[in-house]
């Protein structure tokens, strides 16, 4: 049975329809952070922008995935992986934090109030995955907004749109910080050659730029597969995907390119620093 939904109309709050819900609609999801109108689309200062509650998800998110990718790399019981484990809090707080963040920043400038939520249950996940099968399901925790609730509804076309650039600005920032850790790892390799005749701070910047390289563009592939429902926050790739189908090929098939080539040794960062 399709749900009904009330619809605001636009410019007469007192006028309110209710009709049937169509399939290919998008009902956004509530949270607790509740819609407000913000007219400038400016935030002057810092607690405007962040919450108590949205640092401390990020920091829990932000550990815990480092913590996921350097098991992968590394046995977490041997003599070095807390070495692993500060590179990756490295790569993930540029790679994850600032993935975040773009989506904050691009909604707030559309006037969305826009936080950042952990999800228990998938940071978790994440962990035990690592450990088990090595393999990270890199999803802790969403940027959330909220739109005006009549938004979808009285300017479907230019919410999807609006919806879909919000979406895209996290993994189009993984994919710059993934071409800018190669740049680094390049010239580092330029300058001192091969890691095994080098020093212990030479060799953790290579572990730092060829791991920011490959998580980087990892990040920006699984961000951007397109899976997702009307009922399920879904990932990047999802909304994109309904937004701009042309867009969606482009920025999905970058890293996702970039990452089989790191992988398959073609790119050899990952040979160079030993993985």
């Known amino acids: ?5 009330k619809v605001v109309k636009r410019g ?14 998008f009902i956004p999801f509530k949270s607790n952070i509740g819609y407000k109108t913000n007219s400038g689309k400016r935030f002057g200062n810092f607690s405007s922008r962040f919450s108590v509650k ?17 098991v992968v790399l590394y046995p977490v019981y041997g003599s070095a992986f807390i070495f692993y484990f500060m590179a990756s809090l490295i790569v993930l707080g540029i790679a994850f934090i600032l993935h ?7 909604a707030q400038s559309y006037g969305y109030q826009a936080q950042f939520r952990m999800f228990p249950f998938f940071l ?22 909220e739109p005006n609730p009549s938004e979808p509804y009285t300017d479907p076309k230019g919410f ?10 996290g993994p189009l920032i993984d994919i710059v910080a993934g071409f800018v850790f190669l740049g680094l790892f390049l010239v580092i390799y330029s300058l001192v ?6 020093g212990l701070l030479t060799s953790f910047g290579y572990l730092v730029t060829g791991l920011g390289t490959f998580i980087s563009f990892y990040l920006a592939a699984f961000n951007m597969l397109p899976l997702g429902s009307v009922s399920f926050i879904g990932l990047d790739g999802y909304k994109v995907w309904r937004w701009n189908k042309v867009y969606w090929v ?4 970058i890293p996702v390119v970039m990452t089989v080539m790191i992988y398959l040794g073609y790119i050899p960062v990952l040979n160079v620093i030993g993985l």
């Open 54 to 70: 949205e640092v401390e998800d990020i920091l829990i998110a932000w550990v815990g995935l480092s913590f996921a990718f350097a």
């Open 160 to 169: 999807t749109e609006r919806y879909g650039k919000i979406s895209l600005a």
């Open 12 to 25: 007469n709050p007192s006028v309110r329809i209710y009709r049937k819900k169509k399939p290919w609609e």
């Open 1 to 5: 049975m399709q749900k009904e939904v």
């Open 250 to 253: 482009l920025f999905f098939i």
């Open 100 to 106: 975040e963040l773009m989506h904050k920043f691009v």
């Open 124 to 145: 978790v996940l994440a962990v035990i995955m690592a450990l088990l099968i090595g393999f990270v399901f890199a999803l802790p925790g969403a940027t959330i907004f």
């Open 193 to 198: 050659g091969v890691p095994s005749s080098i």
